[in-house]
């Protein structure tokens, strides 16, 4: 977490992210991987919807075969060997759940598109055209792994809150030293009150978020390492809602200065717009909470 926020303070578009969801997904599997996975593939980690049935894999004999599209995978353009989440199709009256597999970017019938993104993250649209893999190629037990996979998830989501933190808060120091520098009409910015409660908005907002960010990292159970997912959900809404205003703000307090590309401003802005929509944008977290607190979805 410590790692994601400094590099969030950098503003920059690392793979922390992706490794640390591939790790965690093998880690909720308990599978020690000789392989190294490039990036992670699954409609859940976008929508968080149970249901979601954008990629589905059919049994075929002794092999699986996927079909389907993940549209955002951040670092799939370049990937060669990719950690797919498959919801299986049902079979013989029995709901399969979530499989995990081992996937080769050059497998018959895979086809991989660069998209252009706000945070050049080498993203990809991932089609899935009947892509054949034997049971060899299935990561960690045959069971459904829901379960683990949901509580990887989770975990991955704190990681990149963490990182949304570190770029939206060293967006707020930057504006809080323009402010406090920048002199016109004979007194800094600082000294009008319209930009010290736009400050202090922007703390708020920042402060607010890490106190949430603590109360996940604390729900983690000793015995089970995984996170409360109410406290996961909670934490990701309040972040999607407010550190994309505190980086627009910190552009707005520099005023025309801060459209200069050759300050950092933009980098955190659009770190901070990406990140709000990955493991769940602001509907799927709406969806989320109201589903974990028995609420009925309202959008």
């Not at 996975?37 to 092999?63: C, K, Q, W, Y």
């Not at 109410?230 to 994309?244: F, G, S, Y």
């Amino acid at each position: 977490v410590a790692q994601a926020r400094a590099t969030g303070a950098r503003g920059e578009s690392s793979k922390l992210l992706t490794a640390a969801s591939c790790a965690l997904v093998l880690d909720a599997l308990d599978i020690d991987a000789d392989a190294s996975f490039d990036a992670l593939v699954t409609a859940i980690a976008s929508s968080r919807n149970p249901l979601d049935e954008s990629l589905l894999a059919s049994p075929s004999g002794r092999s699986w075969v996927l079909s389907g599209e993940v549209r955002h995978v951040p670092h799939g353009s370049g990937a060669s060997l990719l950690l797919t989440v498959v919801r299986s199709r049902p079979f013989a009256g029995r709901e399969r759940g979530l499989r995990v597999y081992a996937v080769d970017a050059q497998a018959p019938g895979l086809g991989i598109t660069p998209l252009p993104t706000i945070d050049d993250d080498c993203a990809a649209r991932i089609e899935f055209n009947a892509v054949q893999v034997g049971d060899e190629r299935v990561v960690g037990p045959s069971r459904d792994a829901t379960t683990a996979i949901d509580a990887a998830l989770d975990c991955a989501t704190i990681v990149a809150v963490a990182e949304m933190i570190g770029a939206a808060d060293a967006a707020r120091c930057a504006a809080m030293s323009w402010v406090s520098t920048r002199v016109q009409f004979g007194e800094p910015l600082a000294r009008r009150q319209v930009v010290a409660h736009r400050v202090a908005d922007m703390t708020v907002a920042c402060d607010a978020v890490g106190l949430l960010l603590a109360d996940a990292l604390t729900s983690i159970g000793d015995n089970t390492g995984r996170p409360d997912a109410l406290a996961v959900a909670t934490l990701k809404h309040a972040a999607n809602r407010l550190l994309p205003t505190v980086t627009a703000h910190a552009h707005q307090l520099h005023g025309g200065e801060g459209y200069y590309a050759d300050r950092p401003l933009h980098r955190w802005h659009r770190r901070v717009t990406a990140l709000a929509t990955q493991f769940g944008d602001q509907r799927a977290m709406r969806a989320r909470n109201a589903e974990l607190l028995g609420l009925p979805a309202c959008f």
